[in-house]
């Protein structure tokens, strides 16, 4: 069995039972103590699990990871959704883009468009787009939180009230079976669902780690956007609602 293979069961059987000691993941995978130790250790580096002494469990749904953290995992995966949502956004259209290291890796790639008009409650996002001199870059005003330049609060939400966009370009912390939208600050699901009802498409950007991955808020439904673009095919409970509700998928390869 592949390590990509035997982490993906370990994931599945630690979200189907909660807590797995080493011990019971050895005799579920048939591999040695050493194996589960080294695939859990990775594991939770990327956020995937929480390491515990002895085993490990589900991530909590209190608490995202730590911003750098994010900002690492997953990175290549990102580079090729950001590079098919780019592929994707037209030269002069007017968009959203909201808080989200995949966010800040589309905004680069969307360096390619011209013309753009962007309104984003994120200064990273902000500083990588101003350098085009052909962009128009609005900042919403509000509270900057220190961790990662993101900008949240009412004045944040009354701002992005106030247009009408063509595209919402919009990441998440997870993607429950029934297609719920979930993340874990309050303030930053305002501004996402204000900005998912002021766009004509919505367009959410999420890799595959993000199915099944649970938070506290609840932001919205996968059947309010246009598409979804992602790494890999998602669940076939996903791919259903997809299917029932008409919404895009592309897999960016």
Do not use: W
Not at 62 to 87: D, G
Not at 107 to 121: I, P, S
Not at 158 to 181: R, T
Not at 223 to 232: E, G, I, N, P, V
Request: proline share 2%.
């Amino acid at each position: 069995m592949s390590q990509t293979l035997r982490q993906v069961r370990i994931l599945e059987q630690i979200k189907l039972k909660g807590y797995q000691s080493i011990d019971e993941l050895v005799e579920f995978l048939g591999v040695t103590p050493q194996t589960i130790r080294r695939d859990l250790n990775q594991m939770a580096q990327r956020g995937e699990l929480e390491r515990h002494h002895g085993g490990a469990g589900p991530v909590s749904s209190t608490r995202n990871a730590e911003y750098q953290t994010r900002k690492l995992n997953y990175s290549e995966e990102k580079q090729r959704i950001a590079a098919c949502i780019a592929s994707h956004i037209p030269d002069q259209a007017s968009l959203f883009i909201n808080i989200g290291t995949t966010n800040e890796i589309i905004a680069r790639a969307l360096l390619e468009r011209k013309g753009l008009k962007v309104v984003t409650n994120n200064l990273m996002v902000a500083s990588i787009l101003s350098a085009k001199p052909d962009f128009t870059v609005i900042i919403a005003g509000g509270e900057v939180r220190h961790r990662d330049g993101g900008i949240v609060g009412e004045a944040t939400r009354d701002f992005v009230n106030q247009f009408k966009l063509d595209y919402g370009i919009i990441g998440i912390s997870g993607i429950d079976e029934d297609g719920s939208l979930l993340d874990f600050d309050y303030q930053e699901v305002r501004i996402a669902q204000a900005i998912i009802s002021n766009s004509r498409y919505v367009y959410l950007a999420a890799d595959h780690s993000k199915f099944g991955r649970s938070a506290m808020v609840r932001l919205g439904n996968l059947s309010q956007c246009t598409a979804l673009f992602t790494d890999r095919t998602p669940p076939q409970t996903v791919m259903e609602l997809l299917t029932r509700e008409k919404i895009k998928l592309h897999i960016a390869q």
